[in-house]
């Protein structure tokens, strides 16, 4: 019943910012640790950034940290990926996840729950 759904993707030009949004439904945001994965067609599901339950811890791949920041609003039932500095390696379909439990963060079988994912592409 728990469903996400991502929003903020589309075209952007390498340097420009972006905010990706991820609204949760059927469930409460805050019994949720978060995640945000990127994929291509070339390359596996790979691990962005999480954030945990209050939104005070987070952890970024070392490919985004400095450039991307993961919050969110548990009474909006919603997370954030504020993307900055985006350079064309960052193009790919972006998607949040959630699970309730611990276990490996940047696993993909470790989350319970994926929204479609928001296509995001940066040119030169």
């Known amino acids: 019943q728990v469903q996400l759904r991502e929003s903020g993707g589309g075209p952007v030009q390498a340097g420009d910012s972006l905010r990706l949004s991820c609204v949760v439904t059927?469930?409460?945001?805050?019994?949720?640790?978060m995640a945000w994965f990127r994929q291509t067609s070339v390359k596996e599901r790979e691990f962005v950034a999480r954030?945990?339950?209050?939104?005070?811890?987070?952890y970024y791949a070392g490919s985004v940290a400095g450039r991307f920041t993961s919050s969110r609003d548990n009474a909006k039932n919603t997370v954030y990926l504020q993307m900055s500095s985006l350079v064309p390696e960052d193009t790919a379909t972006y998607y949040c996840?959630?699970?309730?439990?611990?276990?490996?963060?940047?696993?993909?079988?470790?989350?319970?729950?994926w929204g479609q994912g928001t296509q995001v592409t940066v040119s030169l």
């Open positions: 059927g469930g409460t945001c805050s019994d949720y640790f």
């Open positions: 996840a959630s699970r309730s439990g611990l276990g490996l963060f940047s696993t993909p079988a470790n989350y319970h729950y």
């Open positions: 954030i945990s339950r209050t939104g005070r811890d987070t």
